[in-house]
């Protein structure tokens, strides 16, 4: 983070770990984890039918610090929450899968506004 901005990450493990956790139904390919993540009334939630509240999240709604930082692993997917010190009213939450890690080299992400 730079300047003013403050954050926090929440790793939510694989594609395949939120589906079989949160029962989600997966079509050929999979992606649909990842696509039903929603914020939805201050809480993250999965699931396209049956809504439920994404567990591992509270850090997000904690204090935010200007060093958040997070261990990149392909196939994982973050949220990150991004506020400003100078001002409190800017909350954005993104939610992004790492596609390809090359560690030194590169990171390709699918990312998302919510």
Request: charged share 20%.
């Amino acid at each position: 983070m730079e300047g003013g901005r403050i954050a926090a990450f929440a790793d939510l493990g694989t594609e395949e770990t939120l589906a079989a956790r949160y029962s989600v139904a997966e079509t050929v390919g999979g992606g649909q984890a990842f696509a039903s993540i929603r914020l939805d009334l201050g809480k993250l939630s999965i699931g396209r039918k049956t809504r439920q509240e994404l567990g591992g999240t509270e850090v997000l709604f904690g204090k935010l610090q200007s060093g958040a930082n997070a261990a990149i692993s392909a196939g994982h997917i973050y949220v990150l929450r991004i506020g400003d010190e100078h001002d409190p009213t800017h909350n954005v939450f993104v939610k992004f899968l790492v596609v390809v890690y090359a560690p030194g080299e590169s990171v390709t992400i699918r990312w998302k506004v919510l």
